[in-house]
């Protein structure tokens, strides 16, 4: 094996992740714990049910646990942070950012799977020190397995090094112990785990005036948060940033600021969130029901079925059960106003874009900020409030991201709706703390409304069974408004479909779609009723009483009418017509 020469101080870790059995299971058939199905002696994960069956602890020997050196620091493009590159014992090199960790986008660097900050730093030193890795040793099936329960697919030229401190890196973000994580997995043969997903917090307060926004960012930098001063503004920032707002009315010996984190991840963002909070309250601090917490998700890669199902279900849990979760303050506030019918009938019909962001469920920072924003949360600089928050709202995005509908959520109370979002007995301590200092609120707010029924406004919650099939109906009149859209803008000169392709039979559905006509198509309306069947069109001839069948060939994406046009031409209004409706579906699908 070549090794690449080594730079930097050895960073010795502790084997926390993957480990080799010190004890074969000595049987030549096993069955699987859950499904029961015959398994080979050495078998990890079940090929029928995916169960993993760990018969023996895991353990790594001295011998062959790696080890790794830190090189050097690169800094993200996006904003996103700094990132450690470090050597293995065996050559590689590794990479914390999340990319990385995820082995999304990964490549195959010099012999071993690289990210773009592995291939960044690899560009910057030149090849004066890089030599191709040869014969690394490969992830074992026992790592492939584990890392695949913590959302990561295991690209191909990944070492055994580069998988042990991926799944090291992964439980530190996750505030794991290998030993719990075993322990859970042996006892639930699953695990609910901490979503990794970026998160950023803006915190609604006031700065005693004897340090002002001034002091309180120098304060911070002390503490190796980096804050800056800045004007109100929406921008990403790599530094936490104070910004005025307006909307805090504090008491007179303190200046109203919003402090607004960076992008934050894991058990080190909730670190890092605690530092920032406790030096802001050593300084002098102030929060009343003027103010609010927002907590923005990362949802880079959502579309609108899934903020619409995220809306339902935080519709349909909003009033029974998170209104008891927050301060009375909050409860139909007019900056995080409760999710209602019209706002899910706006979503459909105008989508995320045009939503007031003034409501509990902020979508509309989706075509900001790639983020879907929570503003319920009464204001408070109390980590040890908001921590268990943000842990239930990346649990509920991540549940509705994975699928979860409203419909899964048959028992509407604090317990179904917590194991509904994945905050179960099979949980890490880490949420099972979350969701034990959310179920104390609960119950005291619960009590609080019965003592001061003032506290609960009259605002009844959203059936979402009830105006499901409205909720449908519009739905379906919004598609049959952007294929209708679709097909019309065919049919004016500037919006003529792509020219024709020489590939396909003059016949074929996109190049008729493509050609242009003079006279007009048939309406969109009319082509919908002249469809007989998913391959018949029965057209009435503009003049006269004849009728015309335009039909499909799938086969070949072909289309024939039998108008004396088209027996001519190969082409006929009926025949563009069809095709573009065809092509108005297939886009909108």
Known sequence: MEYVRLRGDIMTVLAVNEQIPTTQVNVTTRQCNACRENLTPNAIECPACGVINLDTPRRRQDSNRPTRQRLTIMESENLNGKYLISRNSDGSLSCDCLSFLFQRGVEN?????????????????????????????????????????????????????????????????????????????????????????????????????????????????????????????????????????????????????????????????????????????????????????????????????????LAKIWAKIEIPVLWYLISPSRRNNNFCKPVDTNYLINLIQHGHARLDRYYSLNLSAFGRHKTIEFRLHNGTLDAKKIIPWIIFCLKLTDSVKKGMKYTDIQDVTFDGVMNAVGMDSSSTSVIKDAKDYLYGRFQYWKEDSERNPANMPNVNPVNIDEIQDELDRRVQQQRERELRNRYESGRRPRHIPPAADNNLPP???????????????????????????????????????????????????????????????????????????????????
Not at 290 to 304: K, Q
Not at 537 to 565: F, H, K, M
Request: overall charge negative; aromatic content about 8%.
């Open 109 to 309: 660097g010099v012999g071993y799977a690289t990210c773009k900050h592995i291939r960044m730093y690899l560009n910057l030193i030149g090849n004066e020190i890089t030599e191709r890795l040869h014969g690394a040793r490969k992830p074992s099936e026992w790592q492939i397995a584990a890392l695949k329960r913590l959302g990561v697919s295991v690209n191909e030229h990944l070492t055994d090094a580069q998988a042990y401190f991926i799944f090291n890196d992964l439980l530190i973000k996750q505030g794991v112990e290998y030993r719990e994580y075993e322990s859970l997995l042996r006892e639930h043969r699953t695990v609910n785990l901490l979503p990794i997903y970026q998160f950023g917090v803006e915190f609604e307060g006031g700065i005693h005036s004897d340090h002002g926004s001034a002091g309180l960012s120098n304060k911070l930098a002390e503490a190796n948060v980096i804050c800056r001063n800045e004007p109100y503004n929406h921008a990403v920032r790599a530094h936490w940033k104070i910004v005025s707002d307006g909307s805090v009315h504090v008491d007179r010996n303190y200046t109203p600021i919003e402090l607004v984190s960076r992008k934050l991840y894991g058990k080190e963002g909730f670190e890092e969130l605690k530092t920032a909070l406790s030096v802001w309250n050593e300084l002098g601090s102030s929060v009343n029901k003027s103010c609010g917490t927002h907590v923005h998700i990362d949802a880079w890669n959502w579309d609108e079925n899934g903020m619409m199902e």
């Open 507 to 589: 016949t074929s559905v996109r190049n008729l779609a493509s050609a242009s006509i003079s006279r007009s198509l048939p309406g969109f309306d009319v082509l919908r009723q002249a469809r007989t069947d998913d391959n018949t069109w029965e057209l009435r001839a503009q003049s006269g009483n004849g009728v015309y069948a335009v039909i499909l060939n799938p086969e070949n994406d072909t289309l024939t009418c039998s108008c004396r046009e088209f027996r001519s031409h190969n082409h006929c209004y009926h025949s563009i017509g069809v095709a573009r409706w065809l092509m108005a579906h297939r886009n909108a699908n």
